[in-house]
């Protein structure tokens, strides 16, 4: 949906417009909630081992290395 596409739709039938672009946002939020497990542990995965360099080399404060090191 474009930005022109939005506004034709908000001036021709605001109400249904609104409740549209309502829809569209809780089925973005629903698609998030879905996807961001997925995506923290794949990040979470892919970033402890360096992470964890870091902290071995000193680069971390003492109290984030005990998240880190185990």
């Known amino acids: 949906m474009t ?3 939005i ?5 021709n039938d605001f109400w249904g417009g609104m409740a549209g672009l309502w829809d569209l946002t809780l089925y973005a939020v ?4 879905m996807i ?3 995506l923290v ?3 979470y995965r892919l970033m402890k ?5 870091v902290a071995e080399s ?6 984030l ?6």
């Open 3 to 5: 930005e022109k596409n």
């Open 30 to 33: 629903m698609v998030w909630l």
């Open 7 to 11: 506004l034709d739709l908000l001036k």
């Open 49 to 53: 081992p360096v992470i964890r360099n």
């Open 65 to 70: 290395k005990s998240l880190f090191t185990s």
């Open 41 to 43: 542990l794949i990040l």
């Open 58 to 63: 000193n680069g971390l404060p003492h109290s």
């Open 36 to 38: 961001s497990p997925l």
